[in-house]
T-cell receptor, first 113, second 113 residues
Framework: KAGVTQTPRYLIKTRGQQVTLSCSPI?????VSWYQQTPGQGLQFLFE???????NKGNFPGRFSGRQFSNSRSEMNVSTLELGDSALYLC????????????FGPGTRLTVT | GENVEQHPSTLSVQEGDSAVIKCTYS??????FPWYKQELGKRPQLIID?????GEKKDQRIAVTLNKTAKHFSLHITETQPEDSAVYFC????????????FGTGTQLKVEL
């Protein structure tokens, strides 16, 4: 099976702009979780989508949003970008039920200038 | 919410020696504990996991132990090799939390020749 893919791999945006990141999970997986990775804060959970519904949400402002499509592909959107949003955004794919293993995509490196 | 502490933050061992990384969690409802290895510039890779109904699990040179009473779990790597050098993250998933993983802050393992 193909692994988790994310597009784009790199993005440079300016403050105030918005951005949309995409994640395609492993075939058959119905759950997609998004994480932000920064040197200072480590890996932090953003949200999880399962069967097109947000199942869980982390402690991020409302500027961070997401959605999932019927084919399980997921997108996350960040509006009104701030310098502090510069990070590696990782998505993780899983079946959504037992077993619980999550597999990460390569990430999207977002730089906000 | 769940809090995961990880120690040490850096660990240097000689090739062939053993390495141990320890994590503690706060939510007694947590029931799934994966470990990820992240090499520089790459995605986190699931290397082993353990569920709360199991005390120990081994996979070749790596093993994980769980003490539910003390809310501790540890990663053990034996006969370390240079290719084991990476950042290792522990994580915990709480029951009812969907697939949300709370991560430790990471351990930079360096295996020296």
């Amino acid at each position: 099976k193909a692994g988790v893919t994310q597009t784009p791999r790199y993005l440079i945006k300016t403050r105030g702009q918005q951005v949309t990141l995409s994640c395609s999970p492993i075939s058959g997986h119905r759950s997609v979780s998004w994480y932000q990775q920064t040197p200072g804060q480590g890996l932090q959970f953003l949200f999880e989508y399962f069967s097109e519904t947000q199942r869980n949400k982390g402690n991020f402002p409302g500027r961070f949003s997401g959605r999932q499509f019927s084919n399980s592909r997921s997108e996350m959107n960040v509006s009104t970008l701030e310098l502090g949003d510069s990070a590696l955004y990782l998505c993780a794919s899983s079946l959504g039920t037992v077993p619980l293993e999550q597999y990460f995509g390569p990430g999207t490196r977002l730089t906000v200038t | 919410g769940e809090n995961v502490e990880q120690h040490p933050s850096t660990l240097s061992v000689q090739e062939g020696d053993s390495a141990v990384i320890k994590c503690t969690y706060s939510d007694s409802a947590s029931n799934y504990f994966p470990w990820y290895k992240q090499e520089l510039g790459k995605r986190p890779q699931l290397i082993i996991d353990i569920r709360s109904n199991v005390g120990e699990k081994k996979d070749q040179r790596i093993a994980v132990t769980l003490n539910k009473t003390a809310k501790h779990f540890s990663l053990h790597i034996t006969e370390t090799q240079p290719e084991d050098s990476a950042v290792y993250f522990c994580a915990a998933r709480a029951t009812g939390g969907g697939n949300k993983l709370t991560f430790g802050t990471g351990t930079q393992l360096k295996v020296e020749l």
